[in-house]
């Protein structure tokens, strides 16, 4: 039984590259979940899917960022143009209709 | 805007002694509540979960309270074992495979 599989884990850039993250969801699970976790703080919601459709986004998806689910599987996150303030981990988390959430182990972005 | 606080940074307990974690949540539309363990450098891990419609829900070593009055839950592990030593999230949403709004974390540490 696979959990959430996110890549790269660790992904170093300069200021105003463009950087995209992917997230593989345990099998079969219907609802697809990102977040934003700066030092000190809880996860962030981002965003979510269920199947292929984006059914949420919060605030904090600035128009640089586009996340993408095309077949109701995988998923990416895109982040254009980055910035300092991009610096966080972003998890990935999965679940299946109204069941708990799981995590996978996040990508950490750091910007130079 | 903080929508739920967890208000002890970090929390120091002897081995086989209880460990009790608290969480207030300021929106009174939250239903669904959830607890996280996050070890380094991995993800959030799902523990246990509590509907408002209940005051109390157990699992083996952990017990989660609800008081809706007071918008507080606390989670209970007993005995408590030095690998239980981790961060822990509370979490909550307006109901169950929505998105999730966590706190800040509350740091464990079981001493031997």
């Known amino acids: 039984d696979t959990g959430v599989s996110q890549d790269p884990r660790h992904k170093i850039t300069k200021r105003g590259q463009n950087v995209t993250f992917r997230c593989d969801p345990i099998s079969e699970h219907n609802r697809l979940y990102w977040y934003r976790q700066t030092l000190g703080q809880g996860p962030e919601f981002l965003t979510y899917?269920?199947?292929?459709?984006?059914?949420?986004k919060s605030r904090l998806l600035s128009d640089r960022f586009s996340a993408e689910r095309p077949k109701g599987s995988f998923s990416t996150l895109e982040i254009q143009r980055t910035e300092q303030g991009d610096s966080a981990m972003y998890l990935c988390a999965s679940s299946m209709g109204n069941q708990p959430q799981h995590f996978g182990d996040g990508t950490r972005l750091s910007i130079l | 805007d903080q929508q739920v606080k967890q208000n002890s940074p970090s929390l120091s307990v002897q081995e086989g002694r209880i460990s009790i974690l608290n969480c207030d949540y300021t929106n009174s539309m939250f239903d669904y509540f959830l607890w996280y363990k996050k070890y380094p450098a991995e993800g959030p891990t799902f523990l246990i979960s509590?509907?408002?419609?209940?005051d109390k829900n157990e699992d083996g070593r952990f017990t989660v309270f609800l008081n809706k009055s007071a918008k507080h839950l606390s989670l209970h592990i007993v005995p408590s074992q030095p690998g239980d030593s981790a961060v822990y999230f509370c979490?909550?949403?307006?109901?169950?495979?929505?998105?999730?709004?966590f706190g800040k974390g509350t740091s464990l540490l079981v001493t031997p």
């Open positions: 979490a909550a949403s307006l109901n169950s495979g929505y998105a999730l709004n």
């Open positions: 899917f269920q199947n292929e459709a984006q059914l949420e």
């Open positions: 509590i509907s408002s419609i209940k």
